[in-house]
């Protein structure tokens, strides 16, 4: 393929003691792997010329096609199908550069062993792509192992990373630690900590001191106990709004003629009546 990548001006004696102009064609490698780049997801996975154009522009370190090539084979014995390693290319075209032995083997056995496999494991990467790019002995083993102690179960931490792929990816997971180690410390229970990561693990990727604040108002402002069964009720409540929402809220039961010690006692046992 010729590109006119550049017009270079020659002037040379025509041997009239005139001088001609012309222009020198060179050839542009990084256009030319990209245009058959573009034209292997076609054929291959069935993308369109449009979407294997916008996918190939992502991919700058291309030198050849044989690594697309024994990629996408990789891709095949894990036991993906066109459509998923179609899905998982677009959303993460770094892979097709990765080097399949020494980096992506190794990441997606780890992944697979945790039991993500077919779809699951499609969906995951393909909503944060950045778990193909982190570190397989400096961040996601040991990221995957804090949720293993954290969720008990890697059942568990496969239902959370389906809700929340990000937990590979959160680069500041010593703060998780950190707020993880706050609630205990505080005497929630360990069945309490881990019903709260399932539901909403954001909550612990806030500042140490947000959460303080949750915890006192759970505990002196609507009087749940920490260790009991309805404080991750109760957490979820106050955490999930803002206190100008909550208040609001409350101050609609207020009008019907409701007390504060009523309005607490019914949260104590119902947390959710505030929630929607």
């Known amino acids: 393929m010729l590109i006119r990548s550049k017009a270079v001006a020659i002037f040379y004696c025509n041997g ?12 542009s490698s990084t256009s030319i792997h990209t245009h058959f780049l573009v034209k292997y997801l076609v054929d291959s996975l069935g993308f369109s010329d449009e979407e294997a154009a916008s996918t190939s522009s992502k991919v700058t370190s291309l030198k050849t096609l044989k690594n697309p090539h024994l990629v996408i084979n990789f891709l095949k014995q894990i036991g993906l199908d066109n459509t998923q390693m179609k899905k ?84 500041a997971h010593h703060t998780m630690e950190t707020n993880l180690l706050l609630l205990k410390n505080c005497g929630v229970p360990d069945e309490g900590i881990k019903k ?20 006192h108002r759970v505990e002196n402002d609507f009087r749940v106990p920490l260790d009991s069964s309805m404080f991750p009720y109760g957490f979820h409540t106050l955490a999930s709004q803002k206190k100008c929402t909550l ?18 006692e019914m949260f104590r046992k119902f947390p959710y009546c505030i929630a929607q």
């Open 16 to 27: 009239f003691g005139l001088y001609s102009f012309r222009s020198q064609y060179l050839y």
């Open 88 to 171: 998982i290319v677009s959303r993460a075209p770094k892979l097709l550069v990765g080097d399949v032995s020494k980096t992506l083997n190794p990441k997606f056995q780890c992944l697979m062993d945790l039991g993500l496999s077919g779809s699951d494991l499609v969906n995951v990467i393909a909503r944060d792509s950045k778990i193909v790019e982190r570190g397989l002995d400096t961040h996601l083993r040991p990221t995957i192992d804090f949720l293993r102690r954290t969720l008990s179960s890697d059942e568990n931490v496969v239902m959370a990373l389906k809700k929340s792929p990000w937990l590979l990816t959160f680069g």
């Open 196 to 215: 709260l990561v399932l539901r909403n693990p954001r909550y612990f990727s806030q500042n140490p001191e947000w959460i303080k604040g949750v915890l």
């Open 247 to 264: 208040d609001r809220k409350i101050g609609i039961f207020k009008s019907f003629g409701w007390t504060d010690n009523e309005i607490i």
